[in-house]
């Protein structure tokens, strides 16, 4: 098949490239904005092995912008969409950024997909998350339960999915959606969890924990999320949600445990700050409908954690370039204050 990877330079984007040229003999067309998240460097692995780089083209664009998606649809035999603005924390400070990439992004792919259908055949796979179900008390979430996005980052999550279905059925458009759990590995951007946590105590600064730190998320290898999404792009039913859980509830307390442990680092170096607005504390998600189709999380979550925090130990160069540009004026932003009124965690 010929693909186009809207997103496809970011974190789960990129490994889905990465994996999915060394699986298949695919061509596929990467449209990404290259913003603070997007990295030419995360698709490194492709572009400069000789033996598979002419199945790559990439072009910077902004799948907000007709005039930059249209002329890479006309013979694609499938669009997958992983742009989105990624961080609950950054929509909190700046919200309309998430609904451009988000909803008006997604309306901007969909028509030019339904122009493609209109002539052969083509599938809209939407990558979504599970922040959607919002906070969930006790249980699983499985598809078919009501969405209550809770951040207007998982808002608008939730309104470009819904809009995806809605072409499924308003306009027959072969549309799938999947929601991926936590997501972590080597080359996400230091803003989450996991790689700030890491990055930061390389470096012995303080480790920022909101609250308690109590915290639950499902975590989801990136390897794991990547196939999860290439075998419903292949096998899943049009018109339907999948989600893709990792299994693995830990908590922010735990996660920073491990980190420190592998590190060698002390604990006196997490502070607990004050929260952010509305924090979820926690997720989870079944899996029956993925599981049904061939998949299931396979990278045990121990081994996924020590293998990623040995990744940014070993890569400080691809880590640090991604920290510069506008980084220090977002982390003072987001941790200055919460850091001046931080107590000993």
Not at 120 to 142: H, M, N, W
Not at 215 to 244: F, K
Request: aromatic letters at 8%; a negative charge.
């Amino acid at each position: 098949m010929k693909l186009l990877v809207t997103g496809g330079a970011g974190f789960i984007g990129s490994a889905f490239v990465r994996r999915r040229i060394a699986a298949t003999d695919d061509t596929i067309v990467v449209l990404d904005k290259l913003t603070y998240a997007g990295n030419l460097a995360n698709l490194a692995p492709v572009s400069d092995d000789p033996r598979v780089a002419h199945r790559l083209e990439f072009v910077r664009g902004d799948i907000a912008e007709p005039d930059d998606v249209r002329p890479l649809v006309g013979d694609v035999d499938a669009i997958l969409n992983f742009a989105a603005e990624s961080h609950v924390d950054r929509s909190i400070l700046d919200a309309e950024a998430f609904l451009r990439t988000g909803v008006i992004g997604v309306h901007v792919l969909l028509e030019a997909a339904r122009e493609r259908a209109a002539k052969a055949p083509i599938r809209f796979l939407q990558v979504s998350t599970d922040e959607v179900y919002g906070d969930i008390k006790e249980g699983r979430s499985v598809e078919a339960d009501p969405i209550a996005p809770r951040s207007p980052y998982a808002a608008a999550k939730a309104a470009g999915e819904v809009l995806a279905r809605s072409y499924h059925s308003t306009f027959g458009l072969d549309v799938v959606v999947t929601r991926g759990a936590n997501t972590f590995g080597p080359y996400q951007y230091p803003e989450k969890l996991i790689p700030l946590f890491v990055t930061n105590a390389l470096d012995d600064h303080e480790l920022p924990m909101y609250g308690d730190g109590l915290q639950e998320r499902d975590w989801l290898h990136v390897d794991d999320h990547a196939d999860g999404i290439g075998l419903v792009l292949d096998r899943g039913e049009p018109g339907a949600v999948y989600n893709l859980p990792g299994g693995s509830g830990r908590t922010n307390r735990a996660i920073t445990t491990v980190i420190l442990e592998t590190l060698g680092k002390p604990w006196s170096l997490v502070r607990s700050v004050p929260d952010r607005p509305g924090h979820d504390r926690r997720y989870a998600m079944a899996g029956g409908a993925c599981e049904a189709l061939g998949w299931t999380a396979k990278v045990p979550f121990e081994d996924g954690l020590v293998e990623t925090v040995h990744w940014y130990r070993d890569n400080r160069p691809w880590w640090e370039a991604a920290r510069s540009g506008e980084w220090d004026a977002y982390y003072e932003r987001q941790y200055g204050q919460r850091l001046s009124e931080s107590v000993s965690a």
